[in-house]
């Protein structure tokens, strides 16, 4: 990444940090009920009642986690818009995986030992292709969140993406990152979230997705929205 977006990306850091108690937190459900929440509520329970090794043969949890992919806008229909790769190439690519799958599971966010696992994190990042186009950072984020719960932060263009890179938050534009650049802010985020983590001793059910949140509401009140 350049260096004014890497210096915006600090600045924004570590206003996250400061000021997570009284700024981003917010309590605003996400969902109420249909399909996005019902798959994610569905990956989520499995990881509850499963091993990450059982878990990764299991085609029932691939396939929840390939549609609600989908449902969460990584696939269109028509000429337009993201397209997944069918589900047989989609799951290949994660049985191909699977050690640093069932490595990475070992670890969590938000705790010292975490860091470590970002170089692990950040090769199966680079082996695995959601999309059929070139582009990693959204689609990747969130099936590696799917995978790794507990380690691995969503990361989404219109709210994620645009608070970490565009300085003015304006409705009309969105700041897009190359996918040269992907793997580099993906990686930014990850020691972030670790950071803001380690730092308030997040708990809860489903923590990661908290910060999501979190960050998604406080674009959205500076959207007008």
């Not at 009284?22 to 459900?29: A, Q």
Request: net charge neutral.
């Amino acid at each position: 990444m350049n260096q004014k977006t890497t210096k915006l990306m600090n600045e924004r850091a570590s206003t996250l940090i400061k000021n997570w108690n009284s700024e981003f937190i917010d309590r605003t459900p996400f969902w109420d009920k249909g399909p996005s929440k019902f798959f994610y509520e569905e990956i989520i329970e499995a990881h509850q009642e499963k091993d990450i090794t059982t878990l990764l043969e299991d085609k029932g949890f691939l396939k929840d986690c390939y549609a609600c992919l989908a449902v969460w806008g990584l696939d269109r229909m028509g000429a337009g818009g993201p397209k997944m790769k069918d589900f047989k190439e989609f799951r290949e690519q994660i049985r191909n995986n699977h050690f640093c799958i069932e490595k990475l599971s070992q670890y969590e966010i938000g705790h010292s030992q975490s860091t470590e696992a970002l170089s692990l994190l950040s090769q199966t990042f680079q082996d695995i292709q959601v999309l059929d186009n070139k582009t990693r950072l959204v689609a990747n984020s969130k099936l590696l969140h799917f995978l790794l719960p507990n380690l691995v932060p969503v990361v989404d263009q219109q709210y994620i993406v645009r608070y970490f890179t565009q300085k003015e938050f304006n409705p009309k534009s969105l700041q897009t990152l190359g996918p040269e650049d992907e793997s580099e802010f993906f990686s930014k985020i990850f020691k972030i979230y670790n950071a803001l983590m380690f730092k308030y001793n997040l708990q809860g059910q489903d923590p990661l997705l908290e910060i999501d949140k979190g960050i998604v509401n406080h674009v959205r009140k500076k959207l007008g929205k």
